[in-house]
């Protein structure tokens, strides 16, 4: 008697939510372009320095769709290992961009002549990527992260929130926190500062993108603690 395991359906749809990606998926990028900075480096075919990075650019300018590894983790692997936790799409996003550019830089230092150079900026794509891959620190998105708190993007920075604007009562104390429906991580702090005092309000940073930039939310799930004339007293995510 056979039987069929059912996997849960998805909760983003790869190609058309964007803004958020399953975890998993730019691991997997990320070992698909490591493997390949390595293979150039064994075996002297700096070209594939240019194709990696084209191919990074492609599924940036395009979309998921255009990005044959994340087509081939999306259709293939995703379909019997399940989605992973749905997380914010801009930190590897941002890793994605920084990666093309090394890469970039790899194939044009070869076709410069100088190899010496090109060689050293592909091992460094290979082994940040694999790193990414196999332990899941991904430089490219602590330096997405680094950036915004040197923009000022850091605890503190908010002073204070416009309390009527996010949908809390004005005069009273609150807790808001800025999210996406298709966040994990952002359910998981939902339901814990709900548990608490004071009352917890949300802004979905998908459908009010104006609310996050303005209160520099640069990674969600993000969370305030708020007095009743506004003023923050902690961020607490």
């Not at 594939?48 to 990005?67: M, S, T």
């Not at 293939?76 to 799409?89: I, K, M, N, S």
């Not at 194939?107 to 899941?136: N, S």
Request: charged share 20%.
């Amino acid at each position: 008697m056979s039987s069929t395991t059912v996997r849960s359906p998805r909760t983003a749809d790869p190609y058309a939510d964007g803004d958020v990606v399953d975890a998993r998926a730019p691991r997997f990028l990320q070992a698909t372009v490591g493997a390949g900075a390595a293979l150039a480096l064994l075996t002297g075919w700096w070209w594939l320095y240019g194709l990696l990075a084209l191919q990074l650019v492609v599924g940036l300018v395009l979309g998921r769709r255009w990005c044959l590894p994340c087509v081939a983790y999306f259709e293939l692997v995703q379909p019997r290992v399940g989605e992973g936790r749905v997380e914010d799409a801009r930190p590897p996003r941002f890793a994605n961009k920084v990666g093309a550019t090394v890469l970039g830089l790899a194939f044009a230092a070869h076709l410069a002549g100088r190899p010496a150079a090109g060689t050293a900026l592909g091992a460094v794509v290979a082994v940040l990527a694999l790193l990414a891959a196999t332990t899941g620190l991904c430089v490219g998105c602590e330096l997405y992260k680094l950036g915004a708190r040197l923009r000022g993007v850091r605890p503190g920075a908010v002073g204070v929130l416009d309390l009527a604007e996010v949908g809390a009562a004005p005069g009273r104390p609150a807790v808001v926190q800025f999210t996406h429906p298709l966040c994990s991580d952002c359910r998981e702090l939902e339901e814990r500062l709900a548990a608490q005092a004071p009352p917890l309000h949300t802004v979905d940073v998908s459908r009010r993108p104006d609310l996050a930039r303005r209160y520099h939310v640069v990674v969600v799930p993000a969370a305030f603690r708020v007095a009743g004339d506004g003023t923050v007293l902690e961020r607490l995510a």
